[in-house]
C-alpha cells in the first residue's frame, strides 16, 4: 500500500512537470540574477570611473598650480608645450565634467561618446586659442611653417604643439574664413558626443527664449501708452460708471475693433476706454490679447504660441489651439456707448442722454428693417447707464437692463504647454494600445478641453471608442466622453474635464451677437459650449423642451435661466407664462409678475385643471386662425396689425387682439404623473402635437428619466431636449435615444439636442444666482401687476382628481349599462365565452371579465369547468322578462331622436 502510494505520488508530479522542460523555472530565475548583477557591475564600473577622473582633475589643477610634486611639475610642464598655458588650466574643468557625468550617466553601460567628444573639444580649443593669439599662422603674413614658432608653442605660447600645427594646417588649406567654420563644427560635434543634447532643441529654446523676452519687452511699452493715454483722455460723463456701462457687440463691429487677430471676438469687458475726439467720435481698442497688444510685434506677448485667426493659437509643430472667443481677459468695446462712434456698429443704437446734443447725426432705419433690427437702446437710470431691450409699444412697461445680472469673470485658461503635454500625452496612450493617432486640432472650453484626432488608413473608430476608460486612466481624469466621429468632420473628438471648471453667467450669454441679434421673442440663452461659444435657442422652432438628470445636475437653474431670457426680451402683452411648480421652491419666486395668466400652481392635483386651459386655449386659437384664414399665430398679428391699420373691423366691432405667445413650465412631470398620469399625458400630448402653430410652446423638466414618467408618445413630441448627468446609461437612452449623459460632470454640464441636429451639443449651461433672480423679479413687478384670466382660475377648481369610489361608481354605472346585451349575447350562442363578448360587444378584456362575473353572482352562468364552457341557465322568455320591458323603452326613445 504503501509502495503504491508512492508511486502514485511520483506519477502525479511527473505528469505536471511534463508540461514544459526541464529546469525552465530555475533557467528563469538565474537569467534574472545574472540580469540584475550586470546592472549592478555596469553601476559600480560609472562610479569607480568618475571617481578617478575626478580625483585626476583636482591633482592635475594642483600640478598646474606648481603643487603637485615631482610627477605633477613634469605633466604640468608638458601640457604647457603640449597645448598651451590656457587650455591646459581648462583640462581640470573638462575632466571633471566628464568624471561627473560618467557618475551620473544613464546611457549604456561602456559607452565612450563623451571620451571622443571631450578630447574633440580639447583639440578645437587649442587650435581655437592659437588662431585667437596669432592669426598670422599660415597667412600671406607668414606663408611657410616655422620652426622658430612652433619651438616657442612648445614653451607654452598660444595652443601649444598640437595648436600650432593644426592651425597652420587648417588655414594653408581653408582660408581665413574656413578655419573658423572647421572650429566651429568641431565644437559643436564634440558638445553632441559628450551631452545627450539635439541640435533643434537647443535652436528652437534659445528662439523661444528670444521671443519671450520680445513679447515681455513690447508688452511693458504697451502698458506704458495705455497708461499714457489713459492720463491724456478728457474726464468720462459723471452719470457714466465703469462698472454700470453695459454694451453689445455683433461681428462687424469686433472685426473693426480687433481686426483679424485674437482679439476680434465680440466680448464685453468691465471697464472701457473711451477718449473724445473731433466730432464726438470714440476711438476704441480692442484688447483680445495681454496689454499693448496693438502694437506692431505685440501678438506674441501671450507666450510662445502663434496667435492666428479667429482666436486660434500654434507652435511651431502640433495640433492647433482654438482658445473660445474672448477667452483673454480684457477683451472688449464700447460700440454703441452715447457719444460714440456708431457707424456700421449694427443694430445697436445709442441714444444720447437728455439735456446732451449729440456729435453726429443718429441716421433712423426704416421701420421694416427696424422690425428686423435688434431692439436694443441705452437709457440712463438715474445716475448710471444701462442696457434695455427697445419698447415701441404703448404703455409704461420697460424691459429689464443686463445691470442686473452679473458678468463672469474670465479665467485664465490652461496654458499653450499644458494643452500640448495633453495632447501628446493623449496621443502616447492611444499608440500604447495599438492606435496611432495625432491630435490635429484643441478647442478648450469652459468645463472641458475636446482633443479631435485623426487615425491612420485601416484603424477602426470602434477601437477607439471602446478605450474610454483606460484613457481617463491614464490621463488621470474622472471621465472621458468620447465623440466618434465627429459630425461633418473627419476627426475623433475626445473630451477631456478641466482641472478647473470656469463659471458661465447668464449675461455672457445674453450679451452675445447671436442672442442680441435675433428677432425672435422666445429666444432663450442656454449656456456656452466646449469651444466658448453662446447657446442659444428658439422656443418657437423648438417647438417644445424636454429637460431631465438626476438632482443637483442644473435643471432648475436651466428652467430660471430660460424664465429670466424670456422676462429680459418680452413685455407681458408679448408672452405670458403658466407655471407648475409641484416642488414649491424652484418656481413660485416668480409667483406675481404680469407675465403670469394664473397664479403658479404648487398643487399636484389642480396641475391637470391648468392643462386643460391650455387646451381649451389652444382650440380657441385655432377657432380665430380659421376665421381669419391664416395659419399660424405670426400671420395672426399681422392681420390683426393689418386690421387696426384699415381702422376698425366690419360690422362696427372692436378691432381684435393680437396673440400673446404662451409657454408652460412644468418643473416636476413625475409628481404630476403619479397623482394624475392619463390627464395628464392626454393634456401634454395634445399640447405637443397642436400648439405650436397657435403659439403655446412646452418647457417640461424631470429629475426621474424613466419610460414611466417620459413616456413614448411624450417623447415622441418633444423633439428638443436637454440632459444633465445621470446615473446610467438607460437613463441617457430614455432622454435623448442615446448614450452620453451618464458621463457627464454636473453642475450644469449638459447635452443639448435641438430639433434638426444629427447629434447633441455638449454645453455648459448657465448659471444665474437666486439673488440675480429676485432683483430681475423686483424689477419686473415694479412694472405692473398679473391680469389673471378667469377661464384658468375657473377649471383649476375643477381639476382635482376625482375620489377612487366614484371612478368604481361610474366604471359600475357603465358595466350595468350593456349588461342585459352580454346576456342576450350568451344566451344565442349557448355558452358564455370572454372572448365572444369582446367580439360581439366590442368592450375590452377587463369589462368582459367583469360581466361573466356578474352573470355568474346572479345565477345566469355555471361556474368555470376548467377548458369546458360554462353552461347557460337562463332561457330567452326568461331574459325578456327580466330585460324586455327596459330594452323596448331605451330603443323607443332612441326612434324619436333618430327621425328627428
Known amino acids: 500500500m504503501a509502495s503504491g502510494t508512492a508511486g502514485g505520488s511520483t506519477e502525479f508530479r511527473t505528469r505536471r512537470g511534463a508540461g514544459r522542460p526541464s529546469g525552465s523555472r530555475g533557467g528563469a530565475g538565474e537569467a534574472v540574477s545574472a540580469r540584475r548583477a550586470g546592472r549592478d557591475g555596469d553601476r559600480l564600473e560609472r562610479e569607480v570611473a568618475g571617481v578617478v577622473l575626478g580625483a585626476v582633475a583636482v591633482w592635475l589643477y594642483l600640478s598646474l598650480a606648481g603643487g603637485g610634486g615631482l610627477l605633477g611639475g613634469y605633466t604640468a610642464a608638458g601640457l604647457r608645450a603640449v597645448v598651451g598655458q590656457t587650455v591646459a588650466w581648462g583640462m581640470p574643468g573638462l575632466l571633471a565634467v566628464l568624471g561627473g557625468y560618467t557618475l551620473y550617466r544613464r546611457g549604456e553601460p561602456g559607452s565612450v561618446r563623451p571620451a571622443w567628444g571631450l578630447a574633440l573639444i580639447l583639440i578645437v580649443l587649442t587650435a581655437g586659442v592659437q588662431v585667437w593669439q596669432f592669426p598670422d599662422a599660415g597667412t600671406r603674413a607668414s606663408p611657410s611653417f616655422s620652426v622658430t614658432d612652433w619651438l616657442s608653442e612648445g614653451q607654452g605660447r598660444g595652443g601649444g604643439v598640437v595648436g600650432y600645427v593644426l592651425a597652420y594646417g587648417a588655414t594653408r588649406l581653408l582660408g581665413t574664413a574656413g578655419r573658423w567654420a572647421l572650429l566651429a563644427a568641431g565644437f559643436l560635434v564634440g558638445l553632441l558626443l559628450t551631452f545627450p543634447l539635439s541640435l533643434g532643441d537647443v535652436i528652437t529654446g534659445t528662439w523661444h527664449g528670444a521671443r519671450r523676452i520680445g513679447s515681455t519687452a513690447a508688452a511693458g511699452a504697451g502698458r506704458l501708452v495705455v497708461r499714457h493715454r489713459a492720463r491724456a483722455a478728457p474726464p468720462r460723463p459723471s452719470g457714466l460708471r465703469p462698472d454700470a456701462v453695459a454694451t453689445v457687440a455683433n461681428a462687424g463691429a469686433a472685426a473693426r475693433v480687433g481686426g483679424s487677430g485674437a482679439g476680434a471676438a465680440a466680448v464685453l469687458g468691465p471697464a472701457r476706454d473711451v477718449e473724445g475726439g473731433p466730432g464726438g467720435r470714440t476711438r476704441r481698442r480692442g484688447r483680445g490679447g495681454p496689454a499693448g497688444s496693438d502694437l506692431p510685434g505685440a501678438a506674441d506677448a501671450a507666450g510662445p ?334 392681420w390683426v396689425r393689418e386690421q ?197 360587444l366590442r368592450c375590452n378584456y377587463t369589462k368582459a371579465v367583469r360581466l361573466i362575473d356578474m352573470m355568474e353572482e346572479r345565477g345566469f352562468i355555471g361556474p368555470h369547468q376548467g377548458p369546458k364552457p360554462r353552461d347557460v341557465l337562463i332561457s330567452m322568455a326568461q331574459w325578456e322578462a327580466l330585460f324586455g320591458a327596459r330594452e323596448q323603452s331605451a330603443a323607443s326613445a332612441e326612434r324619436p331622436e333618430a327621425g328627428k
Not at 431631465?548 to 435661466?561: F, L, R
Not at 446610467?728 to 458621463?743: H, K, W
Not at 453642475?747 to 447629434?759: F, I, T
Not at 424689477?779 to 377648481?797: H, L, N
Open 305 to 638: 504660441a502663434r496667435q492666428g485667426p479667429a482666436g486660434t493659437a500654434t507652435g511651431a509643430e502640433g495640433p492647433v489651439i482654438r482658445f473660445p472667443t474672448g477667452a483673454s481677459p480684457g477683451a472688449e468695446t464700447t460700440a454703441g456707448l452715447p457719444g460714440g462712434d456708431t457707424s456700421g456698429a449694427g443694430p445697436v443704437g445709442a441714444t444720447p442722454p437728455p439735456g446732451e446734443a449729440p456729435g453726429a447725426p443718429v441716421s433712423r432705419p426704416p421701420e421694416a428693417e427696424r422690425q428686423k433690427a435688434l431692439p436694443v437702446r441705452i437709457t440712463r437710470q438715474g445716475d448710471a447707464w444701462q442696457l434695455a431691450l427697445r419698447t415701441d409699444a404703448p404703455g409704461e412697461y420697460r424691459l429689464p437692463g443686463l445691470d442686473l445680472l452679473r458678468r463672469g469673470q474670465t479665467a485664465a485658461a490652461d496654458s499653450h504647454r499644458a494643452i500640448l503635454d495633453r495632447a501628446r500625452l493623449l496621443e502616447e496612450t492611444l499608440a500604447s494600445y495599438g492606435v496611432p493617432a495625432k491630435v490635429v486640432e484643441v478647442h478648450p472650453g469652459p468645463t472641458i478641453t475636446r482633443f479631435e484626432l485623426t487615425v491612420e488608413p485601416g484603424v477602426r473608430i470602434s477601437k477607439v471608442a471602446s478605450l474610454a476608460d483606460d484613457l481617463a486612466y491614464n490621463l488621470a481624469a474622472r471621465d472621458i466622453r468620447i465623440e466618434a466621429p465627429i459630425p461633418g468632420k473627419r476627426a475623433i473628438g475626445i473630451e477631456v474635464p478641466n482641472a478647473e471648471v470656469v463659471t458661465v453667467h447668464l449675461r455672457d450669454v445674453l450679451e452675445s451677437p447671436e442672442f442680441q441679434q435675433s428677432a425672435s421673442r422666445l429666444v432663450v440663452g442656454f449656456g456656452k459650449d466646449i469651444a466658448g461659444k453662446p447657446v442659444v435657442g428658439d422656443l418657437e422652432r423648438m417647438p417644445h423642451l424636454l429637460i431631465a438628470g438626476a438632482t443637483g445636475s442644473g435643471k432648475s437653474v436651466c428652467m430660471n435661466g430660460i424664465i429670466c431670457s424670456l422676462l429680459m426680451r418680452a413685455r407681458p402683452d408679448e408672452v405670458k407664462m403658466l407655471m407648475i411648480d409641484p416642488k414649491r421652491v424652484e418656481l413660485s419666486v416668480y409667483d406675481g409678475i404680469p407675465h403670469l395668466v394664473a397664479p403658479v400652481c404648487t398643487d399636484a392635483r389642480k396641475a391637470a385643471g391648468y392643462l386643460k386651459w391650455a387646451v381649451k386655449e389652444m382650440e380657441r386659437r385655432y377657432d380665430l386662425l380659421a376665421s381669419s384664414g391664416t395659419r399660424n399665430i405670426t400671420g395672426y398679428n399681422r
Open 644 to 840: 387696426r391699420e384699415k381702422g376698425a373691423a366690419a360690422g362696427g366691432e372692436p378691432p381684435p387682439e393680437p396673440l400673446p405667445y404662451i409657454v408652460i413650465f412644468i418643473d416636476e412631470l413625475s409628481d404630476l404623473m403619479m397623482v394624475a398620469p392619463v390627464e395628464v399625458e392626454d393634456a401634454i400630448i395634445r399640447l405637443a402635437q397642436m400648439a405650436r402653430a397657435c403659439g403655446i410652446h412646452l418647457v417640461v423638466a424631470t429629475q426621474r428619466p424613466s419610460v414611466d414618467v417620459i413616456t413614448g408618445l411624450i417623447k415622441a413630441n418633444i423633439p428638443s431636449r436637454i440632459a444633465f448627468a445621470v446615473s446610467s446609461q438607460v437613463d441617457s437612452r430614455t432622454i435623448l435615444d442615446q448614450a452620453g449623459a451618464e458621463r457627464l460632470l454636473g453642475k450644469g454640464d449638459m447635452l443639448y439636442h435641438p430639433q434638426g441636429v444629427s447629434r447633441p451639443i455638449r454645453a455648459q449651461g448657465a448659471y444665474v444666482s437666486d439673488r440675480e433672480v429676485e432683483a430681475l423679479v423686483a424689477y419686473v413687478k415694479s412694472q405692473g401687476q398679473p391680469v389673471y384670466q378667469a377661464e384658468a382660475m375657473e377649471v383649476e377648481g375643477t381639476g382635482r382628481a376625482r375620489p377612487a369610489a366614484e371612478a368604481e361608481r361610474e366604471k359600475e354605472s357603465a358595466v350595468e349599462a350593456i349588461f342585459p346585451q352580454a346576456v342576450r349575447v350568451v344566451i344565442e350562442h349557448g355558452q358564455a365565452s370572454v372572448s365572444i363578448l369582446q367580439r360581439r
